[in-house]
């Protein structure tokens, strides 16, 4: 079963390791662990069976929140658990005060693209050039009231 906390301490290592087998620059565990010593970031963690298997954050800019690290591990992918899980950041992030969402994707991630517009994001802009290893265009897209 899985099941979504705040991202501890304790969970940094884990999800570091999910992050440097996913992307081309993965964030390490200090730089989790300095995002959940902030009080304006709310970071989570998905576990199967207290293991954990993705996660997500957010960063709350003046009620824009901005949606980060949004990973679910290979073998446990394409069940609904990044729906699940963004659904489950945003709910909280509201009672936090978030009003709207905005992320950033790589123009070829079609599994995130889809995933977004299911959840009712709207691209509104590119940032040419935005990435790097390899460089590509970033997607700008936000959820509003
Ligand atoms: C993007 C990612 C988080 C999706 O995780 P997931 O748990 O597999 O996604 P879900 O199972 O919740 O999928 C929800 C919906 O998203 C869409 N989707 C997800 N993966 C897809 C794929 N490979 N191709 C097309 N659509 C996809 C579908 O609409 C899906 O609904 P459906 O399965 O009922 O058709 C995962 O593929 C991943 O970790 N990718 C690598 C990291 C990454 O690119 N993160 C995003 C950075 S911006």
Known sequence: ??????????????????????????WKAADFLEMINLDYAYYIVAKENGVPIGCCGVRNMCGDGEITNVVIQKN?????????????????????GVRRYTLEVRRSNEAAIALYEELGFKCEGVRPNFYEKPVEDALIYWLRD
């Open 76 to 96: 446990h992918r394409r069940k609904g658990y990044a729906r699940q899980m963004l659904r489950y950041l945003m709910e909280n992030a509201r009672h936090r």
């Open 1 to 26: 079963m899985v099941t979504f906390h705040e991202l501890t301490e304790d969970d940094v290592e884990a999800v570091s390791i999910i992050e440097s087998e996913t992307f081309s620059m993965p």
